[in-house]
């Protein structure tokens, strides 16, 4: 079975100032990583993918994430927050080892709050 | 690109009655369409997973008579909750997919909120 951790349930951080969402993974095989956010009520928005290659991916606003194979990690940075960043976190996994097929799951989210 | 709508935004029902969801994908053919549910600070739960032209798999514990699946277009499937009853109030969420491979990402939809009363 696949699962993803999501340690942080809610992160504050200054505006301007990096911030960092954490993600663990557990997977049996090759992990294929994403992470997505959500506003109030709304659906999730994908940010940025890792499917091989160089381990830090970029992605959309900004934000970038490092692949970690020895410490199983995909942990979501930006360099300098912005309030408009606030928004719900979440890191999803998918391994090709798994009987699920296309099946994501997702961690259970990180909330981020950017204050001026 | 990858732009994924569903309707309604938000429905009010009565116990009882059945509500379909619909979702499409706007500029891009989904093989693969998916349906989760996410209760308030929560996660997302995967439900059901559509491929065009065939029946959906349902994930454990979810009821396929309750929560009909129709994947009829490579643009379109809908979510219909049949004798929708309270407990079934949640926001809904469909994700879709160019293709099946495990490196396809899924784009989400903007949720439906369904409120049974």
């Known amino acids: 079975a696949q699962s993803v951790a999501q340690p942080e349930d809610q992160v504050n951080v200054a505006e301007g100032n990096p911030l960092t969402v954490k993600c663990t993974y557990s997977v049996s095989g090759n992990p294929y990583l994403f992470w997505y956010v959500q506003y109030p009520n709304r659906g999730l928005q994908f940010l940025l993918k890792?499917?091989?290659?160089?381990?830090l991916v970029k992605g959309s606003y900004g934000f970038e994430a490092e692949f970690n194979k020895s410490q199983t990690s995909f942990h979501l940075k930006k360099p300098s927050a912005l309030v408009s960043d606030s928004a719900l976190y979440f890191c999803a996994v998918r391994a090709i080892l798994t009987g699920g097929g296309n099946k994501l799951t997702f961690g259970t989210g990180t909330q981020l709050k950017v204050e001026l | 690109g990858a732009v994924v709508s569903q309707h309604p935004s938000w429905v009010i029902c009565k116990s009882g009655t059945s509500v379909k969801i619909e979702c499409r994908s706007l500029d891009f053919q989904a093989t693969t369409m998916f349906w989760y549910r996410q209760f308030p600070k929560q996660s997302l739960m995967l439900m059901a997973t559509s491929n065009e032209g065939s029946k959906a798999t349902y994930e454990q514990g979810v009821e396929k008579d309750k929560f009909l699946i129709n994947h009829a277009s490579l643009t379109l499937s809908t979510l219909t909750v049949t004798s929708a009853h309270p407990e079934d109030s949640s926001f809904y969420i469909c994700s879709a997919s160019r293709g099946r491979a495990y490196t396809d990402t899924q784009y989400f939809g903007p949720g439906t909120r369904l409120t049974v009363l």
């Open positions: 890792y499917i091989t290659g160089d381990n």
